[in-house]
C-alpha cells in the first residue's frame, strides 16, 4: 500500500496501466462518513474514486476533501445519475459541470452506468436495467458519443446489477455491453459483484460472461459486497467482498491484466482502515496471479 | 413496446404506490422462484425508501418531532407526489417543507423543516468567488455601493420556537430563541469553514439584509438602523456591517454610478 508522492507521476502510471501491464493499482469509494478521517490523516491507497455528483456545483467540505486527496492522487469520477440509456434529453447543466469538475480534477477517469434512472424530467436515483435490443442499442452509443464529445474523453460504462429482465431483450447483457462499447469507442468499467448478482438472478455463467467481453475495452474493475435476500442476490453494497467475488477477480486479472480496482461500500460503512485492509487483498491477489503467470512463462 | 414505452412501463412500476401494474408478466421475465411482480417490487422498494433516507438524512429534526411513523407517512406521500429533479439525491427534498405547510401539518414543524432545507443550501452552496474584506473599501464610494452575497448565506423568517426546536437537538443557543414571544424571527443561515450555522437577527438588521440582497446601496441600508438617535443607529449600522464582512458574508462590494 502507498500513498503515491508524485500525484502527477501515479496518474500516468494509472494511465499506461493497460492489460498485462503488471501493475496493481487499487483504491476505494469515498464516501461521506469518511470525510474527517480524511481531512484529518489523509488517505492510503493507489488512487481514489468519488461520486460524481456529490461534488457537482458545490464546495464548502466536500471540495475540500475532493482537493486534498488529489493532491495525493488520482481520482476517478464515478457518476450514478446521467441515465446514458434513458429517453429523457441528456442534461446540458449537468454535463457542462461535469466536464468542468473532470477538467479541474485532472480526472483519471469518468464513468457512469449502461442503465437508466430518468423518467418524465425526473430522477430515480436508482440504476434501472435496459431492454437489450438493438434500439437500445443505437439509442445509448448515440447518447455515449454525445457524452464523449462534450468531455472530451472516452466515458467509462459501468456493468449494473439486476433482478429482472424484459421480454422484448433479443441479446444477452454481456452481448448488449461489448455492443455498446465497442460501437461508441467507450471503455469497460467492470463490476465484478454485478456480475455475480445478476448471474445468480437470472441464472447465467459470470464467467462466460467475462469471457465474452472484449478484452482490450475492459479498464477497471469494481469489487464490492451484496446479501442473500432470500430468493435473490441483492447488491447493497453492505458487506466485505465474497469468496465467489475474489475468485473473479482473479479470473479476471488473467484475462484482462491487473487493472485498476475499486473497492466500494455504500451501507453499514465500515472504517476506512476495513476498506483499506479490502484493497491490500485486491493488491496482493493481483500481484500474487500475475507472479505466477511469469513464473510458469516459458 | 418500443424502448420509451418500455422505460415509462418500467418506472410506472417502480415509482407506483398503488402496487403492481397489469401486464406485468407480459413486459418482464419471471421465474419460479421469484415472479415478474416480485422482481419489480425490489425496485419498487427500493425507489421509495432510497428517497425517504434521503429526506431523513436532510430533515432529521423534523422526524424527530413528527415521529418515525407520521414522518414516514408524509414523506412517502410526498414523494409520490415530488419526485426528485435533481441529479443529487440530497436535494429530493426541495419542496418538502411547503408541502408539509400545504397538508396542515403545525407551523413549528414547518418552519424546522425549512430552516433544515436552508441549512442543506447552505452546505452544498458553491464557494464564493472571492470574499469581500474592509480593508478593500473604496470609503468615498462605499454609500452608494451594493452587496453581493456569499452563495452559501441564506436567510429565512420562522416561528422563533423552531429555533428553540432546533436548539433541544443540536445544544446551540440562540438569542432570539429565548424571546419565543415575537411571533416571526429572522434567521440567517451560512457556512464558514466546514460547517453550517444559522442564527437570529434583529429586526433592524433582518429588513437591512432583505433589501441588501435585494439591491439596495448601502446608504439605503443604513437607514433602516435609524431610531431617532443618530448616534445610536451609525453605531447599529457599523456593528452589523462589520459583522457581515467578519463572518464573511459578502463575495464583493460592487460600486455603483453617482
Known amino acids: ?298 | 413496446m418500443n424502448l420509451a414505452e418500455l422505460e415509462q412501463y418500467f418506472a410506472r412500476a417502480a415509482t407506483s404506490g398503488t402496487g403492481p401494474l397489469p401486464e406485468l408478466d407480459r413486459v418482464f421475465v419471471g421465474s419460479e422462484r421469484l415472479s415478474a411482480t416480485d422482481r419489480l417490487a425490489i425496485y419498487n422498494r427500493g425507489y421509495f425508501y432510497r428517497l425517504l433516507d434521503a429526506l431523513a438524512s436532510v430533515f432529521s429534526q423534523t422526524k424527530r418531532l413528527l415521529g418515525d411513523s407520521d414522518f414516514e407517512r408524509l414523506g412517502l406521500a410526498y414523494l409520490a407526489r415530488h419526485p426528485s429533479d435533481h441529479p443529487a439525491v440530497e436535494r429530493v427534498g426541495r419542496s418538502f417543507a411547503e408541502y408539509l405547510r400545504g397538508v396542515g401539518t403545525p407551523t413549528l414543524v414547518v418552519d424546522v423543516a425549512s430552516l433544515e432545507w436552508a441549512r442543506l443550501s447552505a452546505l452544498v452552496a458553491p464557494n464564493p468567488a472571492s470574499v469581500a474584506t474592509v480593508n478593500r473599501i473604496d470609503l468615498g464610494a462605499f454609500p452608494r455601493a451594493r452587496l453581493h452575497f456569499v452563495p452559501s448565506l441564506h436567510f429565512l423568517e420562522l416561528d422563533p420556537r423552531a429555533l428553540l426546536a432546533f436548539a433541544d437537538a443540536d445544544s446551540a443557543t440562540d438569542q432570539c430563541a429565548t424571546n419565543a414571544a415575537q411571533p416571526l424571527c429572522g434567521v440567517a443561515v451560512w457556512r464558514t469553514r466546514h460547517m453550517v450555522v444559522h442564527q437570529s437577527l434583529i429586526a433592524a438588521e433582518w429588513r437591512a439584509l432583505v433589501n441588501a440582497a435585494a439591491g439596495a446601496t448601502v446608504q439605503q441600508i443604513c437607514a433602516f438602523f435609524e431610531t431617532g438617535s443618530e448616534p445610536d443607529a451609525v453605531q447599529q449600522a457599523f456593528q452589523v456591517l462589520s459583522r457581515w464582512f467578519a463572518r464573511e458574508w459578502l463575495e464583493a462590494v460592487i460600486a455603483s454610478e453617482p
Open chain 1, 1 to 298: 500500500m502507498r500513498s503515491t508522492a508524485d500525484p502527477q507521476q501515479a496518474l500516468s502510471e494509472l494511465a499506461s496501466a493497460q492489460p498485462g501491464s503488471g501493475l496493481a493499482c487499487v483504491g476505494f469509494g469515498l464516501r461521506v462518513p469518511h470525510y474527517d478521517s480524511i481531512l484529518s490523516h489523509g488517505l492510503v491507497a493507489d488512487f481514489a474514486e468519488v461520486v460524481s455528483e456529490n461534488f457537482l456545483g458545490r464546495g464548502g467540505r466536500a471540495f475540500s476533501v475532493l482537493e486534498r486527496v488529489r493532491s495525493d492522487m488520482p481520482v476517478a469520477l464515478h457518476g450514478v445519475s446521467l441515465s446514458i440509456g434513458g429517453t429523457d434529453p441528456l442534461r446540458d447543466t449537468y454535463l457542462t459541470e461535469l466536464s468542468e469538475l473532470a477538467t479541474r480534477i485532472e480526472a483519471f477517469s469518468v464513468s457512469d452506468h449502461l442503465c437508466f434512472g430518468t423518467f418524465g424530467g425526473h430522477y430515480a436515483h436508482d440504476l434501472w436495467p435496459l431492454p437489450y435490443t438493438e434500439e437500445a442499442i443505437s439509442h445509448v452509443v448515440e447518447r455515449v458519443q454525445k457524452v464523449q464529445d462534450r468531455l472530451g474523453r472516452r466515458l467509462l460504462l459501468e456493468n449494473v446489477s439486476s433482478y429482472v429482465e424484459y421480454r422484448a431483450s433479443t441479446l444477452e447483457e454481456w452481448q448488449f455491453l461489448s455492443e455498446v462499447v465497442t460501437r461508441a469507442d467507450a471503455g469497460i468499467l467492470l463490476d465484478l459483484n454485478n456480475v455475480y448478482v445478476s448471474a445468480e438472478n437470472h441464472g447465467f455463467s459470470a464467467l462466460s460472461y467475462l469471457r465474452a467481453l472484449p478484452r482490450d475495452r475492459v479498464q477497471q474493475i469494481h469489487l464490492a459486497g451484496h446479501s442473500d435476500a432470500g430468493g435473490y442476490l441483492f447488491d447493497d453494497h453492505g458487506s466485505a467482498v465474497s469468496a465467489v467475488v475474489w475468485q473473479l477477480y482473479q479470473e479476471s486479472i488473467e484475462l484482462f491484466g491487473a487493472l485498476p480496482t475499486i473497492v466500494e461500500w455504500d451501507e453499514r460503512l465500515p472504517e476506512l482502515s476495513v476498506l483499506e485492509a479490502e484493497a491490500d487483498h485486491a493488491r496482493a491477489l493481483s500481484k500474487a496471479r500475475l507472479a505466477a503467470r511469469h513464473e510458469a512463462a516459458p
